[in-house]
């Protein structure tokens, strides 16, 4: 029986913190010691951080990035650690994990298959390492091998998946497994999305099983460089079994989820394979040798336990929470911002955003502890003296109703009720003779009277800009971020004012859906995160239909007045612009899930949106970065591409017609 303690370390890291980042690595180095860890894999790429985009090109990053590989290796002394970075060779980069063992560096293994789709861009940055090729790379005047490696320490086989390798069809373990390989090691970046987690769980576990062999897979953990979150998944299986998973959305610098393989049963495993096939050969070019002083273990049971929300029927609403919460607050800091401002109307999309601000604060406190929290935090001024959550929650979050003559109590209530509940700062602005003033002034400028029969758009719009100078005077004041409120729905048919409700250094919601937010919030009022419980208050929010509130009371506006239902909208979106669908095969799809509505109502909601989706790209340009959540983003920046001038779809929609009739 032979026992090796194995170990998946998650990190909260930032591109181009090369002292933070050295220093947190250390701080996993030293936990996975402490538990007796031999092996030890950490994130890819964490010594410069994942999101560095084209600061990768700069010889000081790649140079950097060796200097702080070297001063860490003293710490890997009795260990045996996979540290990620870039490597140049002859005027190429490559994303390459380094496997070090007691303070000496074995090789380089690169990565061979670069993710480029969606909010990936690594083949700008990278080449894809060739499989079967090794090579000799020098680093300060010594030679190490740098290619497509299995390390044989101590007899132990080691070999690596990087992130991206583990998700194609035609994996690098499938020759590893052949070349007798113990372990695979798995350093990823691998961005959160909904439900993505099981996804992963069913490779690792898998690849375990096929490959026969002990997987160990580490990702980032936090909001890393602004846009992607990560949810700091670690996992270790065995031969078809899932040993342990770690903590995930963990408020921690770093987190080491460890436990013991049994070597001898992996190849056990593998022997009475029938189908296993493996690979003989006295060329033995891509393997390195080493020596490492494995400790002797004696079997032990040990068991992981999984917080309740994780198999909760609302695993959805439970992600969404946990990760905009997460976000936010690793945004907040790594921004140093003394905390957030968000112009609140008293609807879904800013009590949204409210809500999860005040939920870092229970989230944070509720694992890490008010010391740490205040540690993390120890730059915003007079933090330390709020004596409980709520009182956080006012320091950090500052709330604005801004009132027009167009305003109604019921809004109005429903803003102070729900900042009061979260235990916000509520403020109040009367923006109304503001408006009054513009309208004034460009009336006698055009030398006519501006009227809502001829100006309704415009007049709308001046409500919206006239907010924003306000809060943004505000946010300057406090040093504090502006939260735009803005959700995917308005974007995708450009239903928001540019430097009105658009306003803001970050944009949390413009990755998810108005009708996914109307149901959260439901959610939220009723039942709420584990831990956290039902929030009644949001019922003043959720007891409204959504209106922008910016035509006279008498026009009793609403959101999907002028556009359409949210749940048809959002269903025409996806199909659209996630699934690339014509008009016409879009009023196939939506008379089938929306029977209640008739043919010429549909068609004519699919033209709208198609109009307003080709007019409306310069303002998902123009929207301030986002978090990414799914497939379904719009960010022109990190998912979905459209020319901001096109055709508008006339042929399709043209067709369209002549289908309806």
């Not at 803003?415 to 503001?434: H, K, N, P, Q």
């Not at 990414?628 to 779809?649: A, M, Q, V």
Request: with cysteine; charged share 25%.
């Amino acid at each position: 029986m032979k026992l090796i303690r194995v170990g998946a370390a998650v990190l909260n890291q930032t591109p181009l913190d090369w002292d933070g980042n050295a220093a947190r690595i250390r701080g996993a180095i030293a936990d996975a010691r402490n538990a007796g860890v031999s092996i030890l894999c950490l994130p890819e790429l964490c010594i410069t951080g994942y999101g560095c985009e084209d600061a990768f090109h700069s010889p000081n990053t790649q140079q950097m990035a060796l200097d702080v590989l070297t001063e860490l290796l003293p710490q890997t002394r009795g260990m045996i650690v996979s540290l990620g970075l870039p490597l140049l060779l002859h005027g190429a980069l490559y994303n390459t994990g380094c496997l070090v063992a007691d303070g000496k560096i074995l090789g380089f293994v690169g990565k061979q298959n670069l993710a480029g789709e969606g909010i990936h861009y690594e083949p700008r940055w990278f080449k894809p390492w060739p499989e079967n090729v090794r090579v000799e790379s020098q680093i300060a005047g010594q030679c190490y091998p740098l290619g497509d490696l299995i390390f044989d320490v101590s007899g132990i086989r080691v070999g690596y998946e990087i992130c991206e390798d583990a998700w194609v069809a035609d994996r690098p373990g499938g020759k590893l497994s052949r070349h007798g390989v113990d372990l695979i090691l798995n350093p990823s970046a691998s961005h959160f999305a909904f439900r993505k987690h099981e996804i992963r769980k069913r490779f690792v576990t898998e690849g375990s099983r096929a490959f026969n062999v002990g997987y160990i897979y580490a990702n980032l953990l936090g909001n890393e460089s602004g846009r992607a979150i990560y949810d700091g998944d670690a996992m270790i299986a065995q031969a078809g079994k899932l040993l342990v998973t770690g903590p995930r959305f963990s408020y921690a610098d770093w987190h080491v989820t460890h436990a013991v393989v049994d070597i001898d049963l992996i190849r056990m495993s593998r022997s009475r394979t029938a189908s296993y096939r493996p690979t003989i050969s006295t060329n033995h070019q891509e393997t390195v040798a080493a020596t490492f002083d494995f400790p002797k273990l004696k079997p032990k049971r040990e068991t992981t336990s999984h917080p309740a929300w994780e198999t909760s029927p609302h695993i959805k609403e439970e992600e969404f929470s946990r990760a905009e919460a997460l976000a936010l607050f690793d945004y907040l800091r790594k921004s140093r911002s003394q905390g957030f401002v968000v112009s609140l109307s008293g609807g879904a999309d800013s009590t949204c955003v409210s809500y999860l601000v005040a939920r870092l604060v229970d989230f944070a406190l509720a694992e890490i502890g008010r010391d740490a929290f205040l540690k993390k935090l120890d730059y915003i001024r007079g933090l330390e003296q709020a004596k409980d959550n709520k009182q956080l929650v006012h320091r950090l979050l500052s709330c604005v109703y801004q009132a027009t003559r167009n305003s109604g109590d019921v809004t109005r209530n429903a803003a102070s009720t729900a900042a009061i509940a979260l235990g916000a700062e509520y403020l109040e602005f009367d923006v109304d003779r503001v408006v009054e003033d513009y309208k004034s002034l460009v009336s006698k400028g055009i030398n006519r009277q501006l009227d809502w029969k001829t100006d309704d758009v415009a007049l709308q719009n001046i409500q919206a800009r006239a907010r924003a100078p306000g809060v943004w005077m505000l946010a300057n004041l406090r040093g504090a971020l502006l939260l735009s409120t803005s959700n995917r729905s308005e974007a995708a048919v450009g239903y928001a004012t540019m430097d009105g409700d658009t306003s803001g250094g970050l944009a949390p919601i413009a990755g998810i859906d108005k009708a996914f937010i109307r149901r959260w919030l439901r959610w939220c009022e009723k039942i709420g995160p584990d831990g956290i419980g039902p929030l009644p208050a949001l019922a003043a929010v959720n007891d409204q239909a959504p209106t922008a509130e910016l035509r006279p009371p008498g026009a009793k506006q609403t959101d999907e007045d002028d556009l359409m239902p949210y749940e048809l909208l959002d269903a025409i979106e996806r199909a659209a612009i996630r699934d690339k669908q014509s008009p016409c095969e879009i009023l196939l799809l939506t008379e089938a899930a929306f029977s209640q509505y008739s043919r010429s109502q549909l068609v004519t909601w699919i033209e709208r949106f198609f109009r307003l989706w080709s007019r409306n790209q310069w303002k998902r340009e123009r929207y301030a970065p986002s978090f990414h959540l799914d497939d379904e983003n719009l960010d022109p920046k990190t998912w979905c591409r459209f020319p901001i001038l096109s055709g508008g779809y006339d042929r399709e929609l043209t067709e369209l017609k002549k289908l309806a009739q």
